[in-house]
């Protein structure tokens, strides 16, 4: 298991939607977020899922670390991205799991030998721990909201679990 978690916006925002954000600290103990991630997130214009994450934020679920190293840099990310991958890469001596979606962040994090899931991951860790009843359901929420999955992952995620029917 991870000594550290660190997530990036995507899988914050997305959990928020599905009211998911109670089972990182059930599966990862404690979570942290870059300062970078925390001013994406909490842009203070109201957006969906903001006041979950604020509250997650303020109840400690959700960590807030500053950081003032600025390499590596990652050009092709954007800042959230890069900050993650910073972030678990100063620590070295520890076990790092980052939270991330977007396909090139999860490919350079790879690279750099930093492991990654994403929320479709975290969804079906929270339904083979028994936090939520059907994995299913909470995709179809998702699927009702602008946040895209590929299906290839859903249905990847789902014969994990066991939730797949051919």
Request: proline share 5%.
């Amino acid at each position: 298991m991870a000594q550290i978690v660190i997530a990036d916006a995507s899988p914050l925002i997305i959990l928020a939607h599905v009211e998911g954000l109670g089972w990182l600290q059930s599966l990862f103990g404690q979570v942290w977020i870059t300062s970078v991630v925390r001013d994406e997130i909490l842009p203070g214009t109201g957006k969906p899922g903001e006041q979950l994450i604020r509250a997650a934020i303020e109840s400690g679920t959700l960590r807030v670390f500053e950081q003032s190293r600025e390499t590596p840099v990652f050009p092709t990310l954007d800042e959230g991205e890069a900050s993650c991958i910073r972030a678990a890469l100063a620590h070295p001596d520890d076990k790092c799991l980052l939270l991330m979606d977007e396909r090139l962040g999860r490919a350079i994090a790879g690279e750099q030998g930093v492991p990654v899931v994403g929320a479709a991951g975290v969804i079906g860790m929270a339904k083979m721990r028994g936090l939520i009843p059907s994995a299913s359901e909470v995709f179809e929420r998702l699927l009702k909201t602008d946040f895209r999955i590929a299906h290839d992952v859903i249905r990847g995620v789902l014969k994990g679990v066991g939730e797949w029917q051919d």
